[in-house]
């Protein structure tokens, strides 16, 4: 058995000693393993020092050791988090629903843990501490699988982690670094059917494609944003310049900020001067009618489908609000789509007519996010339709289980 | 594009206009359907004796050819079964839940359908219309792959079904059979990411197998029992025996039957005579404890493996709930097991070590069924821990989108 897979059926039986475990006891090992990451910090910047080091001389850009690097306040944050989902709810145990039976029979859905999950994550080590700690307070044992570029980092927070989960009272194994920075290990991870039970990718849109088209493992697609603002004939203009400004500019990089904006034809002229100028410093890629109003980069095909994650954004001018569902329904990545509107049949017509994770009317893209749905956590937003779609908080990474208590009861 | 990815491409572009149809409309297709198939009987049983003529010819067996084989009485049946569907509440638009977030934003989780369905199953015609009804009632396009020895009968059930729908009012193509029989017209369907939304193998365990490992669309596992009853020291062995027998005998072929029977070894002498005696016609395939006590075949690992489907049941003793444990972890295939005990604290044990789809306490594992937990319909029994697990009806078969309503909120 290979490294990989070894790692994983220890995971595995971890698993099995982690599930039963009351809240109490996971709670305690969270704060044990924010106090030591705290207390050991030394050597854990000691490996990321190296890390930054090694990416420094294979002339990493500067913006991404930015995201490698590591400092005491960062640490410090890591272990913050852990203390936070320490104090949320317990999603094991709760009933979802329940009845008697007619026959007496009395049923609960259960929550339990999935059991393992793998993650698979770029850049910042600081996933690892939050992807452990969510895990392990949902009860599953966590296999992770953070870039090569931050392995020894990984590797360092890792055994500090796992070390004073076991202490205070975690099974062995739950929490585990996959071994190895090549792609074999990535492969052999999402070959692991049978002993981990989901593999969320946690990054680019070219590693959840790689991850969704070859596991056997059963994913859940993470975070590919390309998310449209469609402002209406009903639209209140000065809303709609908020909204856009806001969905664009208040946090480029993210996966719910808007890449592109539809404009509704009757409003077009008045709206557009209006958005272009609110919106210093964006790169509009403009369709030909959009161009005749605002100045801007000729759009191509390339535009509507892009997430560009950057202060661009793709403008078309459409004549119906289904013209504008039409063009979502071929370009959008399904993660939030937004209508500004006054009108209560435009906005019921958008509601039905997309098919995305989220929806909003008169709100900004940028409110999908487990934070603002008050979740307390979030391990990520899922754009598929199975399990979980949207974001993702501990509820999330569990599963059910049925339970059934009778009296010697046979269907005879 | 191949025959089966176009009629995939079709049903995406149906399932778009289906989705927001009220209830109304959807259960007055299913009204017509089911009148339009008695209606068209004769044709439907037409095309029925020629697959059973043909399997006739290729010596197929009578069990399976009864199976395959259509009766008036049988297409009646599928009628109401359509009916009693149209009857039950949609899914669709159920608000799972919903808060005001302190910004005043409104936050609604709602059920949404999945989009296009598609449903791989084996010989019996009448899943034809049931898998239909289900997927139209929640909302979903849908693909169906029956075998190919009921070809002739799936293409006549699913013209009928189609031109009824569409003459109902739903969208063309909501409802279509996957062109060819060989096995590269069910890769295609595996390969149709991004056009289908989920496929459901339905039937052996090879099958499903197949379509799980292979399948690059999302898959729901189904059915696969390795179901385990397990005696407890503290079992009332009458009630014991009652549920054993009903697990084994009440209807083996199904994947609810127990396979597996495991004895506390304090009550393994008392216990194993008088199910010996009452489980008349069962070829109990026995450990070497067990079978110093009552005759039987010795047991093989692979005994402990199979799902038998048949008069036979794999006996063993065991020390310990927590050697039961760890035999059903080791061999179970995660859809049901039961203990016999009047003991609190192993009820409670148990129901927390096991890891299944159901858990049952004095209970058979024949009552890990969608109408025995009051679903009104069950499109099979989820043995996987993602979106649905255990029996899964018709809101199993949707996502959920967040809708969000403000006035004009930004997050800064």
Redesign the interface.
Same mark, same amino acid.
């Given at each position: 058995m290979s490294d990989v897979l070894e790692v994983a059926r220890r995971a595995r039986t971890a698993a099995?000693a982690l599930?039963?475990l009351p809240r109490s006891t996971k709670d305690a090992a969270l704060e044990a393993m924010a106090d030591a990451l705290v207390a050991r910090s030394a050597e854990i910047l000691e490996a990321n020092a190296l890390d930054v080091e090694a990416g420094r001389e294979a002339g990493t850009a500067e913006s991404l050791l930015d995201r490698l690097a590591l400092t005491p306040a960062r640490v410090e944050a890591m272990a913050d988090g852990l203390r936070h989902v320490a104090g949320l709810p317990d999603p094991v145990g709760e009933v979802v629903r329940g #009845?008697a039976?007619p026959n007496g029979?009395e049923?609960r859905?259960v929550r339990?843990p999935?059991?393992v999950v793998g993650i698979i994550y770029e850049a910042r080590p600081n996933v690892t501490a939050d992807a452990a700690g969510l895990c392990l307070k949902s009860g599953n044992a966590v296999l992770l699988r953070g870039s090569a570029s931050a392995y020894r980092s990984n590797t360092a927070i890792v055994a500090v982690l796992a070390e004073a989960a076991t202490a205070a009272g975690l099974p062995p194994d739950c929490v585990a670094l996959v071994p190895g920075t090549d792609r074999a290990s990535v492969k052999e991870l999402m070959s692991a059917?049978g002993l981990v039970?989901?593999l969320i990718p946690r990054g680019g849109a070219g590693l959840i494609e790689t991850v969704?088209?070859e596991s056997?493992v059963?994913?859940?697609e993470t975070g590919v944003g390309n998310c449209t603002v469609y402002v209406d004939a009903h639209a209140?203009l000065?809303?709609a310049v908020?909204?856009v400004?806001?969905a664009k500019c #208040?946090r480029p990089s993210v996966c719910n900020a808007a890449e592109t904006l539809l404009v509704h034809a009757d409003v077009a002229e008045e709206f557009l001067p209006k958005a272009r100028e609110a919106l210093a410093g964006v790169t509009l890629h403009v369709d030909e009618r959009a161009g005749r109003i605002v100045d801007g980069v000729p759009a191509t095909d390339e535009d509507w489908a892009a997430e560009y994650l950057s202060l661009d954004l793709a403008v078309g001018v459409v004549d119906t609000l289904d013209d504008a569902l039409t063009h979502i329904?071929r370009w959008s990545s399904g993660h939030t789509e937004a209508i500004?509107t006054r009108n209560l049949a435009a906005?019921r017509a958008f509601?039905?007519?997309v098919? #995305?994770?989220?929806?909003?009317?008169?709100?900004?893209t940028?409110?999908?996010d487990g934070g603002?749905?008050?979740f307390g956590a979030e391990i990520g937003i899922s754009t598929?339709?199975?399990?979980a779609?949207?974001?993702m908080g501990l509820p999330e990474l569990t #599963?059910?289980?049925?339970?059934?208590?009778?009296?010697?009861?046979?269907?005879?």
């Open positions: 099995a599930a039963p #009845s039976l029979l049923v859905q339990v999935l059991g059917r039970d989901v969704v088209k056997q059963p994913v859940i209140d000065e809303k908020a909204i400004v806001d #208040s329904r500004v906005s509601t039905k007519g098919d #995305s994770a989220a929806v909003m009317v008169n709100a900004s940028r409110f999908t603002e749905f008050g598929q339709k199975l399990h779609r949207g974001p #599963s059910t289980t049925w339970l059934v208590t009778g009296d010697g009861h046979v269907r005879g």
